[in-house]
């Protein structure tokens, strides 16, 4: 029982983390998540322009308020180890009353 408790444990610390994040700027809540493009369903990712690869990240950005999707302005930055700055670029994706960036 010891040995499949150790196994149990391992084998949820190894997955990978999907969570979404909240941040509160007043009324609004933007909720966003960062994954790898390789999770991308190979038709989203060409509906969206984005090549499926570990190597590439996404930001997945929904400002809401009220509980509903509202349309903003996405801007943000990344450092790399070295310090150096650099800018995200965000596209705007609307489908079915869903708004992302």
């Not at 994954?35 to 509906?47: I, K, M």
């Not at 996404?58 to 450092?79: D, F, L, Q, R």
């Amino acid at each position: 029982m010891r040995r499949f408790t150790a196994f149990v444990l391992g084998l949820c610390l190894s997955l990978p983390v999907l969570a979404e994040q909240v941040q509160r700027f007043g009324d609004l809540d933007v909720h966003y998540h960062v994954f790898n493009s390789s999770f991308l369903q190979p038709n989203v990712a060409s509906a969206v322009g984005r090549v499926r690869s570990k190597a590439q990240g996404v930001i997945n950005v929904v400002p809401m308020e009220k509980g509903k999707p509202v349309e903003a302005a996405v801007t943000g930055s990344a450092k790399d180890l070295t310090g150096k700055v650099i800018p995200l670029e965000f596209r705007r994706v609307s489908e079915e009353g869903a708004i992302y960036n």
